[in-house]
């Protein structure tokens, strides 16, 4: 299946990251193609996340690099990360909880947009505007992840399942070509998963890839085309779920012997 | 604009342009002293707004700001009056004032762009204290501040011969300088009010707002911390800056005294008493404190002696007392500010309401 390929969209080369003795992921390499949906699966403390920062930009790596859409990813400062296509949440939900849903959103919108303090100031036809397509643009988003009724609520006063889609939403306002999840399905029900997962194909459908952090294994084997497994900060085996569910090492390491 | 149209909107707006015109009349009957006393009300809603982008909108806690009012100050005191020689027209000097206390704004929001809340709070306390001591001890060996003696003689605001000092006869109404300078402050805070307004419905508004939420979900959403705080430093600054200046040609005379850290303390009090981040509520804040403690200051000791028949307690000390139990009452039965915007208000009634439940 070497042939035909899709290009791919990430790729981490020898990636390390240690935290004083601590080797929280040791030289882990993988490959993310457009159009898919990757899944990062490992037990607590495998490096899933540290991954995850390496990559957006919060964690400077100490060895590796990125190379992202065809360029080398500065991995240094996460608006950069954020300006050149990647977007994530947060698996503790991180929203601006005294703004409301809909204003979480147009910041969403800020690497997007031009518009200055000056403009703003002076109120020019420019900045309004912009200021129009921002809002109309976010009103869409929540219509996307489905939670506009709550546009005007303010995000810490919307229930847990929702915050997790105005994350989404806030994530999807970027234009990302990379949506990176961290444990979307975290203290979610059974419905509110299945509600989770149509909504992640359907990001997909419209284009977007996705990398998914996920601790349940179901929704992982279920959702992804490809699956990598970390154990100790290094990676086990990167392949399609059906190979990775029957990998002794993945068994013993992960899903219990 | 239409909203303009509206019949309410325009009854209420006709209203308070009334009574605002009305207003300096209404001191003026109490004496010139009271004008004097809206004089520097409105000087404060002005301040109160300035600061209000740096600790409302972007959430960064300043103890300092007073310093930038002394930049502003002190570049007017210096450029017009007779300590240089120089007497510059305000449309040169108002913005060399702001564009210094931009600068300094700048200067002390570098160093300080990995600080939060106590941290960033001490070291600008001790950046306002630095600018105060500066112009201090400016006199030697140049004497360019003329240190604790300050400067004096300081030429008023003035737009070709209109002098905003001294009395104006117009349409057959004297205006005395104070309500000339009432004029020209409510004019400045109007101007502010509307770029409040419009920077707290921005792109860069909202980008402080997400900052003050969260600062490593505004990173991941691709906001540049540092460009936007730094620019809420200088917004802020730049205020500060101007207000200066017409405070120093206000008064005539600046020195080091009226920058002190209470004063810095007394703006983010009003801030924060008023309701963080909401408008109408840092203007209350601003106009209830200004004039609270000089309200005091008059009513402390007639009220006593109708009371008791003599003067029970200093009315000096008695007046700082009531203004503090004052300013704790508030704090304690109106977490949110006397006047809180409505998502807040929302907020904490919901978290009364559990409290209840």
Not at chain 1, 95 to 105: P, Q, W
Not at chain 2, 91 to 118: E, H, M
Not at chain 2, 238 to 249: E, L
Request: net charge neutral.
């Amino acid at each position: 299946m070497s042939t035909n390929l899709p290009t791919p969209l990430l790729e981490a080369k020898a990636v390390a990251k240690h935290f004083g003795g601590v080797k929280a992921l040791r030289d882990v390499s993988l490959t993310i193609r457009r159009g898919e949906i990757y899944g990062l699966i490992g037990p607590n403390g495998a490096g899933k996340t540290t991954f995850f920062n390496c990559m957006t930009g919060l964690y400077v790596p100490d060895g590796g690099g990125f190379t992202f859409d065809g360029a080398p990813l500065v991995a240094d400062a996460p608006q950069h990360a954020a300006a050149r296509g990647i977007a994530r949440t947060f698996q503790n939900i991180r929203l601006f909880g005294n703004m409301t849903a809909l204003e979480n959103v147009m910041v969403g919108r800020h690497v997007r947009t031009r518009a200055g303090i000056v403009g703003a100031m002076l109120n020019t036809p420019a900045t309004r505007a912009e200021e129009a397509a921002i809002r109309q643009r976010a009103i869409e988003l929540l219509h996307y992840v489905r939670i506009e009724e709550r546009a005007d609520d303010l995000a810490k006063n919307l229930s847990y399942g929702d915050q997790r889609r105005l994350e989404i939403a806030r994530a999807l306002a970027t234009e990302p070509k990379l949506l990176c999840l961290d444990e979307p399905a975290a203290g979610m029900n059974a419905t509110e998963t299945e509600e989770l997962r149509d909504l992640i194909e359907g990001i997909r459908h419209d284009g977007t890839t996705i990398l998914l952090i996920e601790h349940d294994v179901k929704l992982v084997m279920g959702l992804c085309d490809r699956v990598a497994v970390l154990d100790y900060g290094a990676l086990v085996i990167e392949d399609v779920p059906a190979v990775v569910q029957k990998d002794q090492r993945v068994i013993e390491a992960y899903l219990g012997a | 604009m239409s909203k303009w149209l509206n019949p309410r909107s325009f009854f209420g707006v006709t209203l308070i342009t009334i009574a605002l015109l009305g207003l300096p009349f209404v001191a003026a009957m109490g004496g010139q002293a009271w004008v004097r006393i809206l004089d520097f009300a409105i000087l404060y809603v002005f301040l109160a707004l300035g600061l209000n982008i740096v600790v409302g909108y972007a959430g960064l806690l300043d103890l300092g700001y007073i310093a930038f009012y002394a930049v502003g100050a002190y570049t007017w005191a210096l450029l017009a009056s007779p300590h240089f020689g120089l007497h510059l027209p305000i449309w040169v000097i108002l913005p060399i004032g702001a564009a210094l206390a931009c600068i300094a704004g700048v200067l002390l929001g570098s160093p300080t762009l990995k600080l939060r809340g106590d941290y960033l709070a001490i070291v600008t306390l001790g950046f306002g204290e630095i600018v105060r001591i500066f112009m201090n001890n400016l006199n030697a060996p140049v004497n360019i501040t003329n240190g604790p003696q300050g400067i004096t003689l300081i030429d008023p605001v003035a737009f070709g011969d209109f002098r905003f000092s001294g009395n104006t006869q117009i349409f057959g109404l004297t205006l005395s300088g104070p309500m000339k300078y009432y004029y020209l402050l409510v004019a400045l805070a109007i101007l502010v009010v509307i770029i409040n307004l419009r920077l707290q419905n921005s792109r860069i508004g909202r980008a402080w707002q997400a900052i003050r939420e969260d600062e490593i979900a505004a990173k991941a959403v691709g906001i540049n911390t540092r460009n936007v705080k730094l620019l809420a430093f200088a917004m802020g600054a730049s205020f500060g800056g101007i207000a200066g200046g017409v405070f120093a040609a206000m008064q005539g005379f600046v020195s080091p005294e009226s920058f002190s850290l209470m004063e810095s303390i007394m703006i983010l009090a009003m801030v924060v008493l008023g309701g963080m981040g909401h408008i109408p509520g840092v203007i209350l804040g601003a106009v209830l404190l200004s004039i609270l403690p000089e309200a005091l200051r008059y009513g402390v000791g007639p009220i006593q002696m109708a009371l008791f028949g003599k003067m029970m307690v200093d009315p000096e000390s008695l007046r700082m007392l009531v203004f503090g139990l004052a300013l704790v009452l508030v704090m304690r039965f109106k977490p949110a500010g006397l006047w809180p915007s409505p998502e807040r208000k929302r907020e904490l009634g919901e978290k009364q309401a559990e409290v209840k439940a």
